[in-house]
Structures are given as C-alpha cells and as structure tokens.
C-alpha cells in the first residue's frame, strides 16, 4: 500500500517569505498528486495537483515539484501571506486507482 | 461547479444514540463518495468507498456494522454512526468523484461533519 510522511509537522514564516511544504511517498507507481489547504474545521481544498510525467507544475503563487526519483514532493508558497495560515496535506493516488492516500499534514503558522 | 455540501455540520448526540451525516454532490452526478475521518490535528483516514446502487467497501479496520453507508442514488450517499460512543467522536468528511470532470481532479470535498458523542 501506500504510505506518505511529510518531513515537518509545524512550519512558521514571516509574512512575504517564501514557504517550502514537503512530503514523502513510497509507491514508485503512484501517478497523480495533489496539494490541499485545510482551515480549521473545513473540509479540504483543492490549491494545485501535478501527474506523474511532469517534475513541476506552477499556479498562482504556488508551485509543486515532484521529484520521482527519490518520491519527493513539495508544495513553495511565493510570498507567503496571514491568510495562507492552514494545514496543508499532500495526497496521493496510485495508478489506477481513484482512491487517495493523505499524507500526516503540515500546518503553517503566518507570523505578521 | 463541482461543489459537495454534507449536512449536518456539527451534530452533538448522547451515547448509545445513532447518527445520520448526508453528503451531496450539488451540480454533478457522483457515482462514488468517498467517507473520511479526521481526529483532531491528524489527516484524513480513508474509512469507505460508497459506490450507487452497491454496497460500499470499507477500508481495514472500519466496521462496517457501526459505520453504514447507503448510496441510493447518484447524488446522494449518506453515513450512519450507529450506537455512537465518545470514542466515535471526529471530524467526518465524505468526497464525491465526478468521473466525468475531464481532468485528473476528479474528487470534490464536503466541508465536514463535526461529530461529537457525549
């Protein structure tokens, strides 16, 4: 099956840095990954997704890096903002397959 | 589009009681819903896969006597917490996959369920 780790559970940045998210998954045949956004007591929300025969995929002010090499993903924030403040979970879904398997989540604290 | 709504939003029941969570895909046809469960401060655990017109398929684990899943129809899937106990106490979150939507994003989340059981 498929287990995905993300490398820091907590993560503070002062407002207008850049923030850095990453995760880690252990199926090589995992084709499709995507980024969601989670406020406190919300449901998950889409910010950007990237398939497997791309390394990287950009959106507005986010962008995401899939390293398949070393099953690596991460998720850069450009100019990080109070209301960027949330819980932040990769996903992943194997090839397929349309279940996903969430990583453990990082929350990301926005210092003004 | 594209939008799931899940009612109640939070929901606070006695033990030994038994609770009904609905989720909606709103402008689409969802063949299959997918139920989470979300401790506090944890991720999201996958507990079933909700198929219309079949019965769901329940992840290890997940008892299926406590949490039923019906999928009557291509809209609607709702989940019963029967016999809720203080330890059933979460945060539920059902998803709906547009097979049609065109693109790999074809999982749509519902804004959660908070359940608590006193």
């Known amino acids: 099956g498929e287990s995905v780790g993300l490398h820091l559970p907590t993560l503070s940045v002062q407002e207008g840095d850049n923030s850095i998210i990453n995760c880690a998954y252990s199926?090589?045949?995992?084709?499709?990954f995507i980024w969601y956004k989670q406020e406190s007591g919300k449901g998950p929300q889409f910010i950007i997704d990237?398939?497997?025969?791309?390394d990287k995929r950009q959106g507005q002010r986010v962008t995401v890096l899939l390293n398949k090499t070393v099953k690596h993903l991460s998720l850069q924030i450009a100019a990080t903002q109070p209301g960027d403040s949330a819980v932040y979970f990769c996903?992943?879904?194997?090839?397929?397959?349309?279940?996903?398997?969430f990583g453990k989540g990082t929350k990301l604290s926005v210092i003004p | 589009g594209a939008v799931v709504s899940q009612h109640p939003s939070r929901v606070i029941c006695k033990s030994g009681t038994s609770v009904k969570i609905e989720c909606r895909s709103l402008?689409?046809?969802?063949?299959?819903m997918f139920w989470y469960r979300q401790f506090p401060k944890k991720s999201l655990m996958l507990m079933a896969t909700?198929?219309?017109?079949?019965?769901?398929?329940?992840e290890q684990g997940v008892e299926k006597d406590k949490f039923l899943i019906n999928h009557a129809s291509l809209t609607l899937s709702t989940l019963t917490v029967t016999s809720a106990h203080p330890e059933d106490s979460s945060f539920y979150i059902c998803?709906?996959?547009?097979?049609?939507?065109?693109?790999?994003?074809?999982?749509?989340f519902g804004p959660g369920t908070r359940l608590t059981v006193l």
């Open positions: 998803s709906a996959r547009d097979f049609r939507s065109g693109s790999y994003n074809e999982q749509f």
């Open positions: 909700s198929n219309e017109g079949s019965k769901a398929t329940y």
């Open positions: 990237i398939r497997s025969n791309m």
């Open positions: 402008d689409f046809q969802a063949t299959t």
């Open positions: 996903a992943v879904r194997g090839a397929g397959s349309y279940q996903l398997t």
């Open positions: 199926n090589s045949a995992s084709d499709y």
